[in-house]
Nanobody, 118 residues
Framework: QVQLEESGGGWVQAGGSLRLSCVAS????????MGWFRQVPGKEREFVAG???????SYADSVKGRFTISRDNGKNTVYLQMNSLKPEDTAVYYC????????????WGQGTQVTVSS
């Protein structure tokens, strides 16, 4: 199985920045589609950003211009740089992998909490 480990979450004031990291255990990481999702308790999981093997990216409208997803295949790592954070960005952020794209995300990390104060 592919294991994903997120890190980098924490508490930050509105307007601040955080960078999340996700390390994957897969041997063929470079072929995976990787994504970031977020979820608030009691609400549905929300897509935030995705990146394919060729570094083509996609973003939710709510984070465009503020968040940047990137990957380092040599380190089996995907990043989410979050700038100009808003209180509404507060959520648990999850890393996900689609190991047989475009079938859908089939592996998930444990999540990392991001809290943005007003």
């Amino acid at each position: 199985q592919v294991q994903l480990e997120e890190s980098g979450g924490g508490w930050v004031q509105a307007g601040g920045s955080l960078r999340l990291s996700c390390v994957a255990s897969g041997r063929t990481f470079s072929s995976y589609y990787m994504g970031w999702f977020r979820q608030v308790p009691g609400k549905e999981r929300e897509f935030v950003a995705g990146i394919n093997w060729g570094s083509r990216t996609s973003y939710a409208d709510s984070v465009k211009g503020r968040f940047t997803i990137s990957r380092d295949n040599g380190k089996n790592t995907v990043y989410l740089q979050m700038n100009s954070l808003k209180p509404e960005d507060t959520a648990v952020y999850y890393c996900a992998a689609d190991t047989q794209p475009p079938s859908g995300y089939d592996y998930w990390g444990q999540g990392t909490q991001v809290t943005v104060s007003s």
